[in-house]
């Protein structure tokens, strides 16, 4: 990958700021299929466009790399998060400009760096119904690039998304607005709790990506999902086991508890990824107490 493109000069800033992230970005660049390096071509260019250098990106991503490793290591040792409340995290991270900024575009270049990451992100895209048409709500948008990519595929008549940090929702609507998807009558998005949001109708499909661990009452958000989504509608769910980061607060130490959960909330599961800790199985990661991702394609039952 030529050092000329944004994609090569990111990375190059990233070992040279974190040197000990080197093996794992060698490992990246030789696994990185083409087409999602164009992606992130053109995501990193969307980013300059917004008057963020490379170096800027580059201390964003190793930002969560840093970040994640330190309450690894604290999971590690006490097996729990730092962290059990909103109000322990609310005003350090999701109200803090500066921080949540350098949180979401990190993590977006995580969706193409990491390899749990990136099998979820193809999870979402390839198993996407194409033209699917109707209403589109997504609770948690964060920096807005799934969000983007339902928009492309979807083909929805009215498009909404709700998430606490207005940090969040700027990255949101600068993407969209990028890729000529202006905020209007047909898009449309709210800054509050999920829980206290009211929908003025049901929607076609739905969408809650890396939320879950976030809130203190899972199961309440959940079924909030399945009331805001009609009958026979299609719901993108994703969370994580076992996974510390520096505002994950619920933890889920077993899948099932994540898919029991799902379906007392009214759910049927149609289709599900599990990405363990590499080399590792799911089991052997819920007895040592790694990291898994989960990922869900669920249905609200006629």
């Excluded at 190793?62 to 729990?80: A, C, G, M, P, W």
């Excluded at 900024?101 to 390899?115: N, Q």
Aim: aromatic share 12%; proline share 5%.
């Amino acid at each position: 990958m030529s050092e000329k493109t944004l994609v090569g000069q990111l990375l190059h800033c990233i070992v040279e700021q974190n040197p000990a992230h080197k093996n794992h970005i060698d490992k990246s660049r030789a696994k990185l299929p083409e087409g999602d390096a164009a992606d992130l071509e053109s995501y990193l260019a969307f980013c300059t466009a917004q008057g963020h250098g490379i170096e800027y990106l580059a201390e964003c991503y190793n930002t969560i790399v840093r970040d994640t490793q330190e309450e690894q290591f604290y999971f590690l040792k006490h097996r729990r998060y730092r962290c059990s409340t909103y109000a322990e995290v609310g005003e350090r991270v999701y109200h803090n400009p500066t921080y949540m900024s350098k949180y979401m575009y990190g993590l977006a270049i995580t969706s193409f760096l990491w390899p749990n990451h990136n099998a979820m992100h193809h999870f979402f895209v390839d198993n996407f119904p194409e033209q699917q048409g109707g209403s589109y709500l997504e609770v948690g948008p964060g920096h807005g690039y799934y969000f983007l990519q339902a928009a492309q595929i979807g083909g929805f008549d009215t498009m909404t998304g709700v998430d606490i940090s207005a940090t969040s929702l700027a990255q949101t609507q600068a993407i969209l607005g990028h890729h000529g998807y202006p905020p209007g009558e047909r898009l449309k998005l709210h800054e509050l709790d999920f829980l206290e949001f009211e929908p003025v109708e049901r929607y076609t499909m739905t969408v809650m990506g890396e939320v879950l661990e976030h809130v203190e009452q899972p199961a309440a958000f959940l079924t909030k999902l399945r009331e805001c989504t009609v009958p026979g509608g299609l719901s993108y769910l994703t969370t994580c086991v076992n996974a510390p980061a520096i505002d994950h607060i619920f933890l889920f130490d077993r899948v099932a508890v994540v898919e029991e959960m799902i379906e007392a909330s009214g759910y049927v599961i149609e289709q599900r990824l599990h990405v363990p800790y590499p080399t590792k199985s799911v089991e052997e990661c819920e007895r040592r107490g790694l990291s898994i991702n989960v990922a869900y394609y669920a249905r609200v039952p006629v």
